[in-house]
């Protein structure tokens, strides 16, 4: 086995990268493409699960922050700002740490899962709450960077952020031995993730890596559903806190990605959220945060609606670790039940369950 070396290195000749330029890696990528057999059986398509919470800060976004914070530093800026519902703040923080670089990241205020305030913490990163949501965080972002051109902005508004995610569309296609899936499955915030993936797989297709593009289906939370609705939303409420976004800032790269594709948009709501959550938890072992069950929650939809033709080769990401949220982890969880200190009561307990 030879070591993995981080997506930039890996897909080097397809990254927007100089020959000087120092690289800032933490070795993403590089993440399992997880057969998925209770998905499959109840489909009756052959699904996989790309399992980005694998990555350094356990969320796909380090497969963007490696690009940005890397063209930030050989730009010579001081410091990175982001605009997040968390997973974006934490790598923001990672990686600029990695760099040497100072980090801010704007947060709506009460909003973001416990586990990633705790890794913007752990980093070091001024954390910043405003009594909004992630859209107005945003759009304060993007003021302050263009007023301080010293700071970088590394939402994915910033095409290497794009670039970088890409990546994940190549992994899928070479681990796939040179093809596409026939549907790839991603939930949708601010939807530079669909933009990116589309970005790859046109990418590979163009230079005949892959023979066919694969149909592109978003799943957006009910309640912060604006491309399914066609506009955006002004108070998005969903408890996958992730995509708790209302005017996605790639709004017409992801539009072109389901048409161009042939795809879809639709919405599940927060039950076939956390039914979908549970399932992969407790059937396919795959512990994700409430975001990504959205992407499986919409298969399962998308299949019992007839959508999803059977037997189609099905990518679905998951995009971030379930320990990025334990409050909804532990939402039903009853208290630990304390035994004796005997044997008896703890086989006892394993034939119970
Ligand atoms: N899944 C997770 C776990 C996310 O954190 C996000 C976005 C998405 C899906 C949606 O991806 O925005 O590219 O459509 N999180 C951003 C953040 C907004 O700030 O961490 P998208």
Redesign the pocket.
């Known amino acids: 086995a030879v070591r993995w070396p981080g997506v930039i290195e890996a897909y080097r000749d397809r990254m927007p990268v100089q020959d000087d330029w120092t690289i800032v890696t933490l070795g993403e990528g590089g993440t399992p493409l997880l057969p998925a057999p209770v998905l499959s059986e109840l489909t009756g398509c052959d699904v996989h699960l790309k399992v980005?919470?694998a990555n350094p800060t356990g969320?796909?976004?380090d497969r963007g922050m490696t690009m940005a914070v890397t063209a930030a530093l050989a730009e010579g800026k001081q410091s990175v700002l982001?605009?997040?519902?968390?997973?974006?703040?934490?790598?923001a923080a990672a990686y600029a740490t990695r760099a040497g670089m100072t980090c801010a990241v704007l947060?709506p205020r009460g909003k973001i899962a416990l586990g990633?305030l705790a890794q913007a913490v752990a980093h070091g990163a001024r954390i910043l709450q405003i009594d909004g949501n992630?859209d107005d965080c945003l759009e304060l972002a993007r003021k302050t960077t263009s007023d301080y051109p010293a700071i970088a902005l590394v939402?994915?508004v910033n095409p290497t952020r794009i670039a970088g995610?890409a990546s994940a569309a190549y992994e899928i296609c070479d681990d796939l031995g040179g093809r596409a899936p026939d549907v790839h499955c991603?939930?949708?915030?601010?939807?530079?993730?669909?933009?990116?993936y589309w970005k790859g797989y046109r990418a590979y297709h163009a230079d005949g890596v892959v023979p066919e593009l694969p149909r592109m289906f978003?799943f957006q939370a009910a309640g912060a559903a604006p491309l399914v609705g066609g506009a955006p939303v002004k108070n998005p409420e969903t408890i996958?806190t992730?995509?708790r976004?209302g005017a996605?800032?790639?709004w017409g790269t992801?539009v072109a990605a389901r048409d161009e594709s042939n795809g879809l948009f639709a919405a599940v709501t927060d039950d076939e959220i956390l039914a979908a959550y549970r399932l992969l938890s407790t059937r396919e072992a795959v512990f994700?945060?409430p975001?990504?069950a959205?992407?499986v929650a919409g298969l399962l939809k998308s299949s019992a609606e007839g959508t999803l033709p059977r037997g189609s080769l099905v990518v679905c990401?998951v995009?971030?670790h379930g320990l990025?949220d334990p409050d909804t982890a532990l939402l039903t969880a009853p208290d630990p039940e304390i035994v004796p200190i005997d044997p008896t009561a703890v086989a006892a307990a394993l034939e119970l369950a």
Request: charged share 10%.
């Open positions: 980005d919470g969320s796909f976004k982001c605009a997040s519902t968390g997973n974006t703040s934490a790598s947060v990633k992630f939402n994915s995610q991603l939930p949708v915030g601010n939807a530079g993730n669909i933009s990116a978003g996958a992730a995509i976004i996605p800032a790639s992801a994700v945060e975001a990504s959205a992407s990401t995009t971030g990025k």
